[in-house]
């Protein structure tokens, strides 16, 4: 993300900010896009130290609902999908405010508006089948995306603003190791097999399941088929949301 533009990030006031906080962090996709945009120090924080550990210094293991900072230590608490990933996500809205003296930012998807095309006939139905399978199973609000402004008001935070910012991502030749791998998990169903308990925590019965994993396998092998002639490409486009608050 952010290779194309960061218009959508300049209600963050990156430029004023001496001290940020990026939370649930990760590798640091979007720690090391901060760090390009201010002076000031971005610390990174998440709960899986296997992952902090390509984030870059400074970084902090810690709770995202529980952080591990006195009040007021940053000017910018900012996450990038993670609250989608939250049962309670006004808790950890609240305890960013708590810690922040200026602004709070989220960017999150609502994965119920992607959109995929493709020259492989199948994959654009059968993506919208299997999310939809998975939407229903999933037990947390993956959907967010501009709802967290309701976040952000029920955890008495000013809405500043709401900015749209659509992750484009583009499969052509040459093909990547990235999209090699990912059309083999296609071919073989290992995704599906992976969000198997979750689609089966909605409606979907086995039998069901097992329909379209075999459908998910035969588009697959379409896919590794016409990568072999250099003729595959998909363009997948996930909306994002930028919201940002004010400590009042």
């Given at each position: ?29 979007l ?65 960013f ?52 402004a ?19 991502q ?74 940002v608050?004010?400590?009042?």
């Amino acid at each position: 993300m952010w290779t194309d533009s960061r218009e959508a990030l300049s209600d963050l006031q990156l430029g004023e900010c001496e001290r940020v906080l990026d939370v649930g962090c990760g590798t640091g996709e979007l720690t090391r896009v901060l760090r390009e945009e201010t002076d000031g120090t971005v610390v990174g924080l998440d709960a899986d130290t296997d992952l902090l550990a390509a984030a870059g210094d400074p970084t902090v293991c810690g709770d995202a609902t529980q952080l591990p900072f006195d009040d007021d230590s940053f000017d910018l608490v900012v996450c990038q999908a993670l609250l989608i990933n939250l049962p309670d996500p006004e808790v950890a809205v609240r305890e960013f405010a708590r810690v922040a003296t200026d602004r709070v930012a989220a960017i999150e998807p609502n994965n119920a508006a992607v959109t995929v095309e493709s020259t492989v006939d199948a994959e654009p139905m059968l993506a919208r089948r299997a999310r939809r399978l998975f939407l229903d199973g999933v037990r947390t609000d993956v959907t967010l995306g501009s709802d967290a402004a309701d976040v952000f008001s029920d955890a008495e935070l000013t809405v500043v603003s709401t900015t749209q910012y659509d992750q484009e991502q583009q499969i052509e030749p040459p093909y990547d190791d990235a999209a090699m791998q990912a059309a083999r998990r296609k071919a073989t169903g290992t995704g599906l097999a992976h969000d198997r308990e979750t689609i089966l925590n909605g409606e979907a019965t086995p039998a069901e399941y097992d329909a379209l994993r075999e459908r998910w396998r035969s588009m697959g092998r379409d896919v590794v088929e016409q990568m072999q002639d250099e003729a595959y490409e998909r363009h997948e486009t996930v909306p994002f949301f930028v919201t940002v608050g004010e400590i009042p």
